[in-house]
């Protein structure tokens, strides 16, 4: 059974860096079949995607976020990871990896869902 | 950029159908994703690509997918499937994932 395990800091500082790690147990983090992403929820409100990393490393940023996120993959570990810099009281929300998942006839068609979530992790910015 | 619009909340009695609808332009065209979210847990994929079930999801929920509304029926309500339901796409134009706002179901 996939699992996925959110880990990091739960409270940061305006203006410095969020930083959170995904690690996967369970199966392999590298298939031409899986996208690795982190999707937010601030309190009260919606999911927000955030970015996806492919297993080669490719990278797709929400655009809203995109100058300030940076995803990064090591498969040795099988860890996947995002940084989101200068954050403020607007980021405060439960952050949470999944796996994104698309057949191999259905990723450039249809696209891909997210079949495995981790329990999500909250991050309170604040001094 | 594209954009999914679900109503905010929908109410059933039990043991009748809800549906919840998630309207884009040309949603017919992409393929269409569902989730349950119930409080303080983690979305639950509920239906993938317009109307499959993944394993362990109930009969009872489906899924359709034509022109602009993409609809998640759900038979026979019980209690047990009062949640948040988020609908998700994959825009191939940009490569981007969207969800839409969320629909919040009542089991009155």
Request: glycine share 8%; hydrophobic share 40%.
């Given at each position: 059974q996939v699992q996925l395990q959110e880990s990091g800091p739960g409270l940061v500082k305006p203006s410095e860096t969020l930083s959170l790690t995904c690690t996967v147990s369970g199966g392999s983090i590298s298939s031409s079949n899986y996208y690795w992403g982190w999707i937010r929820q601030p309190p009260g409100k919606g999911l927000e995607w955030v970015g996806s990393i492919y297993y080669s490393g490719y990278t797709y940023y929400n655009p809203s976020l995109q100058s300030r996120v940076t995803m990064s993959v090591d498969t040795s570990k099988k860890q996947f990871s995002l940084k989101q810099t200068?954050?403020?009281?607007?980021?405060t929300a439960v952050y949470y990896c999944a796996r994104g998942y698309c057949s191999s006839t259905s990723c450039r068609s249809w696209g891909y869902y997210f079949d495995y979530w981790g329990q999500g992790t909250l991050v309170t910015v604040s001094s | 950029s594209y954009v999914l619009t679900q109503p905010p909340s929908v109410s059933v009695a039990p043991g009748q159908t809800a549906r919840i609808t998630c309207g884009g332009n040309?949603?017919?065209n992409k393929g269409l994703h569902w989730y349950r979210q119930k409080p303080g847990q983690a979305p639950v994929l509920v239906?993938?690509?317009d109307r499959d079930r993944p394993s362990g999801i109930p009969e009872r929920f489906s899924g359709s997918n034509s022109g602009n509304t993409a609809t998640l029926t759900i038979s026979r309500v019980e209690a047990g499937d009062e949640a948040d339901y988020y609908c998700q796409v994959w825009d191939s134009d940009t490569d981007h994932v969207i969800f839409g706002g969320g629909t919040m179901l009542t089991v009155l």
């Open positions: 200068s954050v403020t009281a607007a980021d | 040309n949603i017919g239906i993938y690509y």
